[in-house]
């Protein structure tokens, strides 16, 4: 989860700078000394009003992963979901009146392992949100954004 002072800094940005915002996460698993972790990225993008331009905020950060079987992914998935609505919940006063979607790396096709959680990852940030969140094609601040973020670890806590 992003810290206080990079909360801060969204704040700020979000108050004086108009615009579409997106939120996403992502995550890859590896071993490290012969146990499982996840890098979680968790990215806010501002399209900026009138502009092609824009902005992405992220934090990355290094978690244990503790999934049973490395097919279903179930509980890293579910862990990308959660970080994305706590951004959300975190920032929901400046969020709430913006024109705003959440993102979700998880592809609908069946043949992907991502498909387990789909109907749970929906639900569960509509609940929280009362956001309906886009999956994959349409889920680019997920599956470009903060994928490149977790791959590159180009934001760190």
């Not at 996460?25 to 012969?34: L, M």
Request: proline share 3%.
């Amino acid at each position: 989860m992003f810290d206080n002072k990079e909360l801060e800094k969204v704040k700020e940005y979000l108050e004086k700078t108009p615009g579409r915002v997106y939120l996403g996460c992502d995550s890859i698993k590896f071993k490290k000394h012969n146990q499982w972790y996840a890098r979680y990225t968790t990215v806010l993008v501002v399209h900026i009003e009138n502009s092609k331009g824009g902005k992405i905020f992220g934090h990355t950060e290094l978690e244990r992963d503790f999934d049973q079987k490395r097919d279903k992914p179930r509980m890293r998935l579910m862990n990308e979901v959660y970080k994305v609505t706590q951004l959300y919940d975190a920032l929901e006063d400046l969020l709430i009146d913006r024109d705003v979607e959440i993102h979700l790396d998880i592809n609908p096709d069946e043949r992907h392992a991502s498909n387990t959680v789909i109907r749970e990852a929906v639900g569960y940030v509509m609940g929280m949100t009362g956001i309906k969140a886009k999956v994959k094609p349409e889920a680019f601040a997920a599956s470009y954004a903060a994928d490149a973020g977790v791959r590159k670890a180009w934001f760190t806590n």
